[in-house]
Nanobody
Framework: VQLQASGGGLVQAGESLRLSCVAS????????MAWFRQAPEKEREFVAA???????YYADSVKGRFTISRDSAKNTAYLQMNSLKPEDTAVYYC??????????????????WGQGTQVTVSS
């Protein structure tokens, strides 16, 4: 499975971005798809995950501002990011795994990763 993340960029605080993650090589039906992020000199951290049944999970830091969604027919997951803050600045990675793990927030649970897309939020 190959994952291609896109949609990052430079925005001002309060603005929005939508990230996309397109999978190829295998259908993502039945998979959990997730987004993680890594800021400079920090560990990779969980952002959001979505199961095939559309159950969604979010990090506390993004609840109410970010929305994860998926279109299994397009083999794609999305991350809509609203009300962006400077502390959201990071490289954002998408990841996927079969089957769902109760430790969906743990990066070590994911085998397949995209290359990352940079999100920079200026104050």
């Amino acid at each position: 499975v190959q994952l291609q993340a896109s949609g990052g960029g430079l925005v001002q605080a309060g603005e929005s971005l939508r990230l996309s993650c397109v999978a190829s090589g295998r259908t993502v039906r039945g998979a959990t798809m997730a987004w993680f992020r890594q800021a400079p000199e920090k560990e990779r951290e969980f952002v959001a995950a979505i199961r095939e049944n559309n159950a969604r999970y979010y990090a506390d830091s993004v609840k109410g501002r970010f929305t994860i969604s998926r279109d299994s027919a397009k083999n794609t997951a999305y991350l809509q990011m609203n009300s962006l803050k400077p502390e959201d600045t990071a490289v954002y990675y998408c990841a996927t795994r079969w089957p769902h793990s109760v430790q969906y927030y743990d990066a070590n649970q994911y085998v397949y990763w995209g290359q990352g897309t940079q999100v920079t939020v200026s104050s």
